[in-house]
Structure formats: structure tokens, C-alpha cells
């Protein structure tokens, strides 16, 4: 069932398709790679896109229906953005990928988008949904704040535990702000 949310112009479309999944893939791997490459200069860390990209796309537990929901932006039949809620346990989901690309920043397509992804998972029966990212990313820490979002230490189910060596972890989360909005 596809289901479609437009406001303003920015279309939010469920990844369910051929096209939204070839979108969703391009958007992910291009903000993997500029994560991974910013992570690397300030923070001397490193990750493999290739394999993130691919969990994310092929497993159909991680952010998919019914615990999880996968959404790309379209705007001017343009593919601009991506962004994915992944459920963590029974009662926390995790907001991942949130990304809009740089020439389409300032329309409301990311605040639409975690708006979105924040009324799902209050009918999917979540009580709290966290996120983390690097600390750079200071913009979409404010966004997140302007929400009700507030700072949290980090926690143990956090995504990145899987893609860092044992010996990185204490760097990656001394590198990222770890945030949580409870309803």
C-alpha cells in the first residue's frame, strides 16, 4: 500500500518501490560517504559504506513495516532526501539516515521528515525515539532541539557499535551527541 505525504511541495514516499529503493540507495551511499569521509578528518575514524548501504536496503527487519518505517524526499520530481526509523526494543526506535541533500536545505524537507517519522512511531506505540550523530553535524542538532529532542549519554544499542572495531568505540562516541524525544 503506497502512501504518500505532500506538504509544500516536498513529498514524502514510503520506500516500496523500484524507484523510491534506487533513490533511497543513491541518498544513503552519498550521505554514507560524506559522513564517512568527514568522520575520517576530524574524528580518525572510518566505517565500510558498501556494507551499511546494504543492510539497509536488503535487510527487510531493519527499516521497514511494521516496526520501522524508510522514507525518500521528493521535491520537484527530485529525489533530494532520505531518512528511516528502526525500531531498538519494544518501546525505543531510532531515527537513521536523516539526510537532505545541500542544494535542497532550507524548504522544510528534513523538519517535514523527522515530523513524519515522529508520528509513526507514536502509532507504532513507541514511547521514546533516539538518534545519534556526529558532532559536526550541528545544524541538525539544532533542527532536532527546535523539536523537543534532548542530549542523552550514549546507549547500548546504538548502530554504530556494529560498524566500529571494539577499539574505536569510546572515539565514535566521544566523536557523535547521542539525543532522545520521549512522548
Known amino acids: 500500500m503506497t502512501s504518500r505525504h505532500t506538504e509544500h511541495g516536498v ?12 533513490a ?17 578528518t576530524s574524528y580518525g575514524l572510518s566505517f565500510d559504506v558498501d556494507a551499511m548501504v546494504t543492510s539497509d536496503l536488503e535487510d ?11 522514507y525518500v524526499i521528493r521535491h520537484s520530481n ?16 531510532e531515527v537513521q539516515r536523516m539526510y537532505v541533500q545541500p542544494h535542497a536545505r532550507g524548504i522544510g524537507a528534513g523538519r517535514r521528515l523527522i515530523g513524519r517519522l515522529l508520528t509513526d512511531a507514536r502509532a507504532i506505540g513507541y514511547e521514546a525515539v ?10 541538525a542538532h ?10 542523552i549519554t550514549p546507549y547500548a544499542e546504538s548502530s554504530m557499535n556494529a560498524y566500529q572495531p571494539a577499539e574505536k568505540i569510546e572515539t565514535y562516541r566521544s566523536s557523535a551527541v547521542f539525543m532522545e524525544l520521549r512522548f
Open 130 to 139: 533516539r538518534l545519534e550523530s556526529l558532532k559536526l553535524l550541528s545544524v
Open 24 to 40: 533511497a540507495r543513491s541518498l544513503i551511499a552519498e550521505y554514507l560517504r560524506w559522513i564517512a569521509s568527514s568522520a575520517a
Open 11 to 22: 513529498e514524502l514516499l514510503p520506500v516500496e518501490d523500484a524507484s523510491a529503493r534506487d
Open 142 to 151: 539544532a533542527l532536532y532541539r527546535s523539536i523537543g529532542f534532548v542530549e
Open 78 to 93: 527530485t529525489y533530494i532526501g532520505v531518512g528511516c526509523l528502526k525500531r531498538l526494543t519494544p518501546t525505543v526506535a
Open 60 to 70: 527487510r527487519v531493519k527499516f521497514y513495516p511494521p516496526d520501522g518505517r524508510f
